[in-house]
């Protein structure tokens, strides 16, 4: 018997790209356009994201995850809040922005710079003046086994609201150097049947 399709679970279905974490260095470079004194949402992070690790530093961050029940598209904090600052999933992204632009709050979202080849981002920010923070490099994010994704195929910036002080801003990522393992480290990863048989 033929099985009925769920059109809404293929339109809003998650993808490859979703469970993937940013790194510190790619947080970094937003910290500074975060007023003093702000509570900041992070609406798609646990307490072990760096978005919240390095904002609560200097605001007072709430962080809320749809792990926890807390889907973005129909939760908000109770408590009061001024900013949302995160990394939303790819999939889905115009939901996500959409609701961010409804609550009229300014808000620095990560997302890909591919996504401006689509009508999407047009329409959607047509009333709305879309800020970038756009950078030299690729941000390389961090897999949910914890390894680096350094095979990214796309550049990623800060989509915006009412949050940065120009409408576009480009700036360096400061990466650290890619963890090369020592060739010293390789040779003796590296099983070897003849001295096996001498010791
Ligand atoms: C691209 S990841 C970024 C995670 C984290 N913000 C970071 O940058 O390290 C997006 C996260 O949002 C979660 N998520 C997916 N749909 C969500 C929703 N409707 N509401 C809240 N979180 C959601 C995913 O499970 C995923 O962990």
Request: glycine residues 2%; contains cysteine; hydrophobic residues 35%.
């Amino acid at each position: 018997m033929a099985q009925e399709l769920d059109s809404s679970k293929i339109l809003y279905s998650s993808g490859n790209n979703d469970e993937c974490y940013t790194p510190d260095y790619a947080v970094k470079p937003i910290l500074q356009y975060i007023p003093k004194g702000v509570t900041v949402w992070c609406p798609f992070d646990t307490e072990a994201s760096e978005f919240v690790r390095l904002i609560s530093k200097q605001n007072k961050v709430i962080s809320s995850h749809l792990d926890n029940g807390q889907d973005f598209l129909q939760w908000q904090p109770k408590e009061h809040w001024d900013i949302i600052v995160s990394n939303p999933p790819f999939s889905n992204k115009r939901k996500f922005f959409e609701r961010a632009l409804l609550f009229n709050k300014p808000f620095a979202l990560i997302m890909t710079n591919t996504w401006l080849n689509d009508s999407t981002p047009k329409i959607i920010f047509k009333d709305k003046d879309l800020q970038l923070l756009m950078f030299d490099k690729r941000m390389e994010f961090n897999q949910s086994d914890g390894k680096v994704n350094n095979k990214i195929t796309f550049s990623s910036s800060y989509y915006c609201w009412n949050f940065l002080p120009k409408q576009i801003i480009m700036d360096k990522l400061i990466k650290p150097p890619r963890q090369t393992v020592p060739p010293y480290q390789v040779s003796q990863d590296i099983c070897n049947p003849l001295t096996e048989l001498l010791y």
